[in-house]
């Protein structure tokens, strides 16, 4: 498979230039490379042999990055950081790849197949074998959405952004094109990264994912085509960039409607037909995700309780509120906590 050496060597056969050290047993030089290249995470080494040995090579393709990754040791990664806004599709050159699509239920991906998890939206699990060899594709969700408009007329909603799925394989036309651009980057990686060249890469990448994401969701049941995906009027999308930004809060449906110049009932159409939920489900979804990620960024030294924060987004009800966390989680939040101070 042409990918063994992708990003090793230009088109003369020559070893690639990299802006940082391609080879590292330092687990912090690692970190703050992967933290930079794809986002922050949690990473625990898995058995007998806990020194990195570590392979680290990027390129980049418009806004998205191409790695070439391995620890060079077992581990069990977790805990992306949503606020980095970044999908990311992994694809095993070598080795085994376990990723956690629930919390009971993996899948794993053979060499020459692709997980892709859109860590913006979900959480997401891999656990890495001694011999695993990764060629990802880190790629901002603002992206993905941008190509989704247009190309397709409209933005899927988080139903659709939250399914993780294997794409690709041998043989696959998705494989295929992940070589191509693999043979553009040794042979001028400058302007695929910063020329036209990149720009008509990211597109081909991103529109040929998107069609192979929204097979996968349509197999597992969600209708990427319904009528709901039609473009939603731009309330509705200010309508929930405000939600967002004001969910601790708790604004009423009414102040909502009113900072979007509308109706409360033409904005609760509007959404039924558009999204198939109520603003009120929206806004309920926001206050979960805004205390998941205060759990998990907690300082273990602030002192901080699950309490505390739960009050700050709202819940008063501590029993009610561990009852609708865990049903949203599959987990208390006394249980994110603990995992979080590990």
């Known amino acids: 498979m042409f990918l063994d050496h992708a990003l090793l060597t230009d088109v003369n056969g020559k070893p690639t230039s990299q802006h940082h ?3 590292s047993n330092d687990w912090d030089e690692i970190s703050a490379w992967s933290d930079r290249v794809y986002m922050p995470y949690r990473v625990h080494p898995v058995g007998h042999a806990i020194k990195p040995c570590a392979t680290m090579h990027s390129s980049r393709i418009g806004e998205l990055t191409l790695t070439r990754f391995a620890y060079g040791v077992a581990v069990s990664v977790d805990e992306f950081s949503c606020e980095a ?8 050159i070598r080795g085994n790849a376990r990723h956690w699509t629930q919390r009971s239920a993996t899948e794993d991906t053979a060499v020459g197949e692709s ?11 891999i656990d890495l074998d001694p011999d695993h060899l990764q060629l990802n594709l880190t790629i901002p969700h603002t992206v993905l959405e941008r190509m989704a408009q247009q190309w397709f007329g409209f933005v899927p909603d988080d ?33 695929v990264a910063e020329g036209r060249i990149g720009v008509h890469l990211e597109q081909s990448l991103c529109v040929h994912l998107l069609r192979e994401w929204a097979e996968r969701a349509e197999q597992a049941g969600l209708d990427v085509n319904s009528p709901m995906n039609r473009i939603a009027p731009r309330y509705v999308r200010a309508a929930e960039e405000f939600m967002s930004a004001n969910a601790a809060s708790l604004p009423t449906l009414a102040e909502v409607a009113s900072s979007v110049g509308t109706s409360v009932r033409a904005l609760s159409g509007a959404f039924s037909r558009f999204r198939g939920i109520t603003p009120g489900a929206f806004l309920r ?12 960024a907690m300082d273990p030294k602030s002192g901080t309780t699950v309490s505390a924060i739960a009050y700050r987004w709202g819940y008063l009800n501590l029993g009610e509120f561990a009852g609708i966390y865990r049903k949203r989680f599959s987990e208390l939040p006394s249980q994110t906590l603990q995992r979080q101070l590990r």
């Open 85 to 92: 806004g970044n999908a990311l599709l992994l694809t095993t």
């Open 21 to 23: 050290k391609n080879f």
């Open 159 to 191: 139903r659709f952004w939250r399914h993780k799925c294997i794409i690709g394989g041998m043989g696959s036309s998705w494989l295929s094109l992940l070589e191509y651009t693999v043979r553009c980057v040794a042979e001028s990686a400058q302007h």
């Open 285 to 296: 979804e926001q206050r979960l995700q805004g205390v998941r990620r205060e759990l998990l």
């Open 115 to 125: 997980f892709i998890a859109n860590c913006s939206r979900v959480d997401y699990r």
